[in-house]
């Protein structure tokens, strides 16, 4: 899912050309968020990564996090800009992964005979 042009966050960090990262939880990281639509994410504790992208629904944006396993795309709400921490983010790629690894169950479950 994730696009060569999509920003990384890998270690709490968003890498700029500059040499200058944004880090996440602060001031300028949810300025950011504001300029742009999408975004992946690489957990720093796990081996998870999800995507995220901004959606318009009821006349306002929020976050959903996006994760392809076992071809089935799984996703999640994140909410509002403001809620996306480092904390935050850590806790919905968790909560991404165990969803998908709970369908892939139930799916396993479904072909025992």
């Not at 996440?24 to 742009?36: G, H, N, S």
């Not at 995507?51 to 999640?76: C, P, Q, S, V």
Request: charged letters at 30%.
């Amino acid at each position: 899912m994730p696009h060569n042009d999509t920003p990384w966050i890998r270690r709490g960090q968003l890498p700029r050309p500059d040499d200058t990262p944004i880090l996440v939880d602060t001031p300028i990281w949810f300025a950011w968020l504001e300029t742009v639509d999408r975004f992946c994410f690489a957990s720093q504790q796990h081996a998870y990564r999800f995507t995220a992208r901004k959606e318009k629904r009821r006349g306002h944006f929020y976050w959903y996090a996006y994760m392809k396993d076992d071809a089935k795309l799984h996703n999640i709400y994140l909410g509002k800009s403001e809620r996306l921490t480092l904390a935050y983010l850590e806790q919905a790629a968790a909560r991404l992964r165990h969803k998908a690894r709970q369908s892939r169950n139930s799916r396993s479950l479904e072909l025992i005979p």
